[in-house]
């Protein structure tokens, strides 16, 4: 994807926040390995239709078969050659819209890419999983961190929104309002062409081009109920995991607010790692209360 911008670091940039409601809906097709070996293998059947998902699962439809091509609509149409070119790329998500096909990636700087699941695609930055995604698809699990401190009517902080998994599911959940801040402009640039990312750009969400580190320093005092906190690695955002910044997520929360706090690495969660029981001691030092490990979800919940 050429058209992507590189991430700036968030050490090197004072971005100022920039907010943005506008949808990114795509007329496009989305193909994986998959769904290319279905079109493929009913090629050599002699079949004249055959009934795949051409946005990752989403949905289901029935397309012709013609003359070794697939008829997606009147303009655009898969032949053999890319069919095959996509079969070859079992961790590659491919696009088409207006005949260009693209990879749905960025190698800039660093190599970020979307990934296929069953479900909905994961995000992967230089060979590393954005999401949790053994055993459950990356929508689910953030479905599943954000039932864990959102409740009907209340307005949420998700912190590193990346492909809005989290937002979408806060919303879902009855969530009044988010504001979901999320840094990279690659990212950002991705998500715009996942179809499972499309519901943030609609009603009830607030998107926000900022360092999450810089912006929450001008947000209110006590204006959420609850926050969704699920930042990079330690090693690319070390800053977001300390004292400081959890002070600023504890002024931020209403009374009796609660927050989720994604840390990664389930093994080292389920014995208690050094790592995650200073996340947790740092918490408590930044005034939150009933510091818990929810080690499914690799994480932490605290209370205002």
Known sequence: MKSLMPEKNSKELSISPRTSNVKSTYSGYWFSAGTARQVLEAMDRGELHVDISV??????????????????????????????????????????????????????????????????????????????????????????????????GARVLDTCSGLGYAASAALKLGALEVVSVELSETVIALRRKNPWSQRIFGSGIQLVHADVDDYIRDLPTQSFDAVIHDPPRFSLAGELYGESFYRELYRVLKRRGTLFHYTGNPQLLKRGSGFVDRAARRLKLAGFTKVEKVSELMGLTAKK
């Open 55 to 152: 946005d990752l699962n989403l949905s289901q439809g029935r397309f012709a078969i013609s003359d070794d091509e697939l008829i997606l609509d009147g303009d655009e149409r898969l032949g053999r050659v890319d069919l095959r070119k996509i079969e070859g790329k079992e961790n590659r998500i491919f696009f088409l819209e207006d005949g260009r096909l693209e990879v749905l990636e960025d190698r800039t700087h660093g190599y970020y890419k979307l990934v296929p699941t069953d479900q909905a695609p994961l995000l992967e930055i230089s060979g590393v999983k954005m999401h949790i995604a053994k055993g459950v698809n990356p929508f689910e699990s953030a479905g599943q961190m954000a039932a864990q401190v959102v409740r009907k």
